[in-house]
C-alpha cells in the first residue's frame, strides 16, 4: 500500500478539492490487480449509499474509447477503406463544401476544424489537420457512420464482440436508475443527479461503467485484445487504436491522438498526458473525472473515477490532468 500513498492521497486531495462526493482508483500491474481504493457516497446528500466494487460512475466522453475501438473493427473489417479518405465520401448529408478535405483521420483526432454554433449552424474554426480543438461533431458523425456502416449501434456491437465475451457486466449505457449507479455533481451547492439517457444507442452519453471494469477495459489494449485466456479482440484492431493517428501537426505542442485515445509520443505541451510518462502510454478521460491510463512500458493500467462535472475545474485543468499521469508514472518508474 505504501508504494501508491501518494497516489491515492492526490486523487483524494482532487476529490475535496473539487466537491465530488466519490472517488475509485484501481491499479493494475503485469496483469494481476494491486490496489482497489474507493471512498465517498454515491450522491452529496445524507445518507447516501457508500462507493463499492460495484458502484458504476458516469465515464462522460472517456466513452469515445469505446467509439475508437468499433471504428477500428471498421477499419480492420475493410467496411472503412482508408482513415485518409474524404468525409464526403461517407457522410452525404453535410455541406460538400464545408466539410471540403476533412478525412476520418481529423475526425478521429480531433483536427477536423469543425464546429455547432448556438443555433445549431455547423461552420469552420480552421482547415482540417492544421489545429486540434476538442469537439463534439466529430463523435457526433462517427456514431452515427458506425450504425450505418454495421445497421448496429456502436455499444451493441461492442457489447457482441467484446463485453459479453470479456464477462463485462457493470458496463452499460444507462437507460433507468438503479442502486449501483453514482449521481453527477454539477454544482457542488445542489444535490447531484443521475445522468441517464432515453437510449442506449450511444448517442448520449450514458455510460456507466465501475472502476474495475474501467481498468479491465484499459487491460484488454494492454494485453492486445487477450484477456481471460483467448483472443477477443483481434490484435490489429487494438493496434489501429492506441497507435498514433494524428496528422503531422506544425505545431509541435499540440494532442497526439489514436482513434480519440491520448497518445504520448514525445511530450507536448497541450497534451493531457504528462512528459514524464513514457513514449507509448495511451490514456482517455471525461468530464466527470474518470481516467484511464495505460502505461505499456510498465505494464500498468490506471483507472480513476470521480463523479463531479468540471472536475478539474478553471484554468489549472491541463496541469492537474498532467499531474496525475506524472505521479503515476513516477511510482512504477522505480
Request: charged share 25%; proline share 4%.
Amino acid at each position: 500500500m505504501k508504494k501508491y500513498e501518494q497516489i491515492i492521497l492526490w486523487v483524494e486531495h482532487i476529490k475535496e478539492r473539487n466537491h465530488s462526493s466519490a472517488a475509485a482508483l484501481f491499479i493494475m500491474k503485469d496483469n494481476k490487480v494491486v490496489l482497489e481504493h474507493y471512498s465517498g457516497t454515491h450522491s452529496n446528500i445524507k445518507n447516501s449509499p457508500p462507493i463499492t466494487a460495484t458502484s458504476q460512475f458516469n465515464v462522460a466522453s472517456a466513452r469515445k474509447s469505446y467509439l475508437g475501438l468499433a471504428i477500428a473493427y471498421a477499419l480492420y473489417e475493410g467496411k472503412i477503406r482508408s482513415l485518409d479518405d474524404y468525409a464526403v465520401d461517407y457522410f452525404e448529408e453535410y455541406d460538400k463544401i464545408l466539410l471540403g478535405k476533412t478525412t476520418l483521420r481529423h475526425l478521429v483526432t480531433h483536427s477536423h476544424g469543425l464546429h455547432i454554433s448556438e443555433n445549431g449552424i455547423m461552420y469552420r474554426e480552421f482547415e482540417p489537420g492544421e489545429e486540434w480543438a476538442y469537439r463534439g461533431v466529430n463523435i457526433e458523425m462517427m456514431t452515427h457512420l458506425i450504425y450505418k456502416l454495421y445497421n448496429k449501434s456502436f455499444p451493441k456491437l461492442l457489447s457482441e464482440r467484446v463485453f459479453i465475451p470479456s464477462e463485462f457486466k457493470e458496463t452499460a449505457w444507462q437507460t433507468e436508475d438503479h442502486e449501483d449507479l453514482v449521481k453527477v455533481v454539477i454544482n457542488p451547492n445542489e444535490e447531484a443527479v443521475c445522468k441517464i439517457g432515453l437510449s442506449d444507442d450511444g448517442t448520449e452519453t450514458n455510460l456507466f461503467v465501475s472502476a474495475r471494469e474501467f481498468a479491465y477495459w484499459g487491460n484488454l489494449h494492454l494485453n492486445k485484445g487477450y484477456m481471460n485466456g483467448k483472443q477477443i479482440v483481434p490484435k490489429e484492431v487494438i493496434e489501429l487504436a492506441t497507435q498514433i493517428q494524428s496528422p503531422h501537426y506544425k505545431n509541435k505542442d499540440l494532442p497526439q491522438n489514436g482513434l480519440f485515445w491520448y497518445v504520448q509520443r514525445t511530450p507536448a505541451l497541450q497534451s493531457e498526458i504528462g512528459e514524464r510518462v513514457p513514449e507509448g502510454s495511451y490514456q482517455i478521460l471525461g468530464v466527470t473525472g474518470p481516467t484511464i491510463l495505460v502505461i505499456p512500458e510498465y505494464n500498468v493500467v490506471v483507472a480513476k473515477m470521480y463523479n463531479k462535472r468540471y472536475n478539474y475545474g478553471g484554468e489549472n485543468y491541463l496541469y492537474y490532468l498532467r499531474e496525475f499521469s506524472n505521479i503515476v508514472a513516477d511510482t512504477f518508474a522505480h
